[in-house]
C-alpha cells in the first residue's frame, strides 16, 4: 500500500460509517508522509519529483479507483504539470465519477505565497459548474 493509500486508508477507518457517501473531498496528500497533508515546497525543484501530468498521475488514478470503490464522486488535490514543449505548473484538483469520468478539473487562482514559488495561477477564480447529484 502507498503512502496515498495509508494516509486515506486510515482516513476512512476513522471516519463515521455513512449509508451512503455522495461526495469524498480529500485534501493534497503528502508523499513524504502519510501523516501529514499539503505541501509546502520552497522551489520549483524540490517539488518537481512530485508533479503530476494532466488529470491522469497517481493521484487522478487513485481517485478513479477510490471513487469506483466508495461508489461516489471524489476530488483530490495535486502538483500538475502540462506535457507541453513550456510546461506550466499548477496547485491543481480533480473530481472522478464512479463510472470513472473526469467530472472537473481546477487550477487554484489564488495562490498561497509556498506556492507562488513553482505554480502559476488557473484562469479561473472559482469552480463554476454542476456535478450531477449535488448540490440539490
Not at 21 to 38: A, C, E, M, Q
Request: aromatic share 12%.
Amino acid at each position: 500500500m502507498g503512502l496515498i493509500d495509508t494516509y486515506i486508508h486510515t482516513l476512512l477507518k476513522s471516519a463515521c460509517p455513512l449509508p451512503s457517501l455522495n461526495i469524498f473531498l480529500s485534501p493534497k496528500p503528502n508523499r513524504l508522509s502519510p501523516k501529514t497533508t499539503g505541501y509546502n515546497f520552497p522551489s520549483l525543484p524540490s517539488i518537481t519529483p512530485f508533479l503530476e501530468p494532466t488529470t491522469s498521475g497517481p493521484s487522478t488514478r487513485w481517485a478513479l479507483s477510490t471513487a469506483e470503490r466508495l461508489h461516489c464522486n471524489v476530488t483530490i488535490g495535486y502538483p500538475e504539470t502540462t506535457l507541453t514543449p513550456r510546461p506550466n505548473r499548477y496547485n491543481s484538483a480533480v473530481t472522478v465519477s464512479p463510472s470513472g469520468a473526469i467530472l472537473a478539473h481546477y487550477r487554484k487562482h489564488f495562490l498561497y505565497y509556498t506556492d507562488e514559488s513553482w505554480a502559476e495561477e488557473g484562469k479561473e477564480r472559482f469552480f463554476e459548474g454542476t456535478i450531477e447529484g449535488l448540490g440539490k
